[in-house]
């Protein structure tokens, strides 16, 4: 498998003349030609922060910091401004937004959001060859065509977000992120809208897909691995199988046992009780960031800031007494 | 602990419930002529989507709006007996935790300020020595330390702790029927347990009734003794959770279970 995005110790932070939010602090990951990436987390962890950075845009007061981001062996953060516009965004890596309803201008038609985006990058190409192209998009992902003629009120919710991601995925981008796009919707149209995504990296109209939420029970249906974020890092990174149902860091197994699914066996269930709050990004933090709340917390937690380490091949964990591991 | 086959003892009746907004052609009905009853103790999850009309039979089982025709009936008293200065009546018995704790509260008052008056909703004439002592119990029945609290103001505590706040004036309050709109839908889930084991205790220690309004089918099936499906302003299947959330028969309601995505099996995907 081809890797398409390798990110290194990548840091952004929020800056203010008077402060500073260490948002994302030191992500490292890799993302393969074909698959999904789920990134889990809950609000506040940095997971929404992450999934702009990739954008190397920077819209104050985010701040790049340091770290790397290679997009098909190029470090996007060193390009500006001009550069990104013209070559990543769209091209390369294009962005899913979560309400439809704020994202399309309810005054334009659905065809001519199109026009709009095909012409920012071949300025030469038609309408017609446009709305032609859109056309035969939608044909082949079974949706209805009359779409384009109508304007976003006109859409069910389901429908709308569905017709946003054909539109943002429009040039064919490498890496689609996906940030809860379904978190607006009923399940009825969740379902739609994850099927859509799912049949979409499979025909390669994307390489790969980037989708966030905090809901785990949706990254089973979508996602091939997942990273689970607390406080501005990445705590453990697996196969959603591993996640799931054998995470090695207490934060993402936590996470896994509060989920609530109507299923067999679900009523019988305990969920876990974890109280406090995630630790204030503000300031500093010496050793592991969940260690304050951690059920298995032991004192050399800490001690010195904890690294991630490979337990097994692609499983990686950022704890010093990880659970379910033979000694 | 209290269960709903035990104890038959019914505190509200709502019979033939019917709202229509607007007049005339315009005219949207928001509940169509629903019937159930709650238990004492019971546990009771309405389900469904955005539109079906569950929050609107919220707010009528609240008396916060009146029901254009129907009748909602609470220890066997009509609820239109409890207007204008007798509805105060009506809240001391039915109260309702809201969706999203940054609006419920008034930010220019403390929390002390808030919980005392709640208190005035029970009318009595306590001392203050004796209101600090209600508040202070009420809180740690919530796990919150009245010391970190009682002087701040809602927007410096977090959406977790406010939330707890609001569960606080319900112990305070002590309530029999209790009207949960959405309660964890804004809060995370790690946290989300926390606030539905308090949720639980409630029910343990003073018998009191919970309706969770939510469209979580998920919660609905974890924490109800019988859940209610609506549609289209009608409740269009109810029962035990295990019947009808684990073998629906309503056909929207099995289309809807089916489109929950669960952990242990994976939606299957036609390539078309």
């Known amino acids: 498998m081809k890797e398409l995005l390798s990110i290194r110790n990548f840091k952004a932070y929020y800056q203010t003349s008077s402060e500073e939010v260490r948002a994302v602090d030191g992500i490292s990951l890799d993302l393969n030609e074909g698959e999904i990436l789920g990134i889990a987390g809950e609000s506040g962890c940095g997971k929404s922060t992450f999934s702009i950075s990739l954008s190397c845009l920077f819209p104050p007061p ?35 937004p979560q309400s439809s309803m704020n994202a399309l201008n309810p005054t334009i038609r659905i065809r001519n959001f199109a026009i709009d985006i095909v012409k920012q990058h071949e300025p030469k190409t038609t309408r017609e060859n446009i709305i032609h192209r859109v056309i035969e998009r939608f044909e082949s992902l079974s949706l209805p065509k009359d779409v384009l003629n109508r304007y976003p009120f006109e859409l069910s919710g389901g ?33 739609e809208v994850i099927e859509l995504l799912k ?6 109209i994307m390489k790969s897909l980037i989708f966030i939420t905090h809901e785990l029970p949706i990254l089973r249906q979508i ?36 989920m609530i699914v109507p299923e067999k066996g679900m009523r019988e269930k305990n969920l876990p009780s974890v109280s406090g709050t995630p630790p204030d990004l503000r300031h500093a933090i010496k050793g592991c960031r969940f260690a304050d709340r951690c059920p298995e917390f ?16 692609g499983s990686f964990v950022r704890c010093i007494h990880p659970l379910r591991t033979k000694k | ?35 159930f009853d709650i238990h004492k103790g019971e546990i009771v999850s309405l389900v469904g989507q955005s539109g079906s009309g569950k929050t609107t039979t919220a707010q ?13 009936e609470l220890n066997g008293i009509d609820i239109r007996t409890f207007q204008g200065r007798n509805r105060i009546k009506y809240w001391q018995k039915v109260q309702g935790i809201f969706q999203d704790p940054f609006s419920s509260f008034n930010q220019f008052f403390s929390i002390s300020k808030i919980l005392k008056d709640s208190l005035k909703i029970l009318g009595s004439n306590l001392k ?37 706040i609001m569960i606080a004036r319900i112990f305070l309050i002590k309530p029999q029927l209790l009207i949960a709109d959405e309660p964890t839908s804004m809060i995370d889930a790690v946290l989300r347990s926390n606030i539905l084991k308090l949720f639980m205790k409630l029910r343990e220690v003073y018998g009191t009734s919970i309706i969770f309004v939510t469209h979580d089918i998920g919660l609905a099936y974890y924490v109800s003794d019988r859940v209610f499906i609506m549609q289209h302003g009608k409740i269009v299947e109810s029962g035990d959770p295990e019947k009808v959330i684990i073998n629906p028969q309503h056909p929207y309601t099995i289309k809807l279970i089916n489109d929950v995505p669960i952990l242990h099996q994976q939606w299957e995907f036609k390539l078309s």
């Open chain 1, 298 to 313: 032991k004192k050399d937690c800490r001690e010195k800031d904890i690294e991630m380490v490979e337990l097994t091949k």
């Open chain 2, 60 to 72: 009528m089982l609240l008396n916060l709006i009146k029901p254009t025709e129907g009748n909602i």
């Open chain 2, 128 to 164: 203050s020595g004796e209101k600090d002592k209600l508040i202070t119990e009420s809180l740690e029945s919530v796990n919150i330390n009245p010391k970190d609290v009682l002087d701040k103001y809602p927007f410096e505590l977090s959406g977790g702790q406010r939330q707890r």
């Open chain 1, 199 to 204: 049949i979409m990296v499979k025909k390669k």
């Open chain 1, 62 to 96: 985010l701040k790049y910091i340091s770290g790397e981001i290679f997009l098909d062996g190029i470090d996007i953060t060193k390009l500006n401004t001009q550069e990104i516009r013209k070559s990543i965004l769209g091209p390369k890596i294009s962005f899913i």
């Open chain 1, 223 to 258: 996602a091939d691995g997942i990273a689970v974020m607390y406080a501005g890092q990445i705590v453990e990174i697996g196969s959603v199988s591993d996640i799931l149902f054998n995470a090695h860091h207490p934060y993402a197994d936590v996470l896994m046992s509060s």
């Open chain 2, 1 to 35: 602990m209290y269960s709903s086959s035990e104890n038959k003892e019914i505190i509200l009746k709502a019979r033939n419930l019917l709202k229509i907004f607007g007049t005339g052609k315009d005219s949207v009905i928001a509940v169509d002529h629903i019937n």
């Open chain 1, 159 to 191: 429908m709308r977000q569905r017709t946003l991601v054909i539109l943002s995925t429009i040039m064919n981008p490498e890496i689609v992120i996906a940030d809860e796009p379904t978190s607006a919707l009923d399940v009825s149209s969740q379902r």
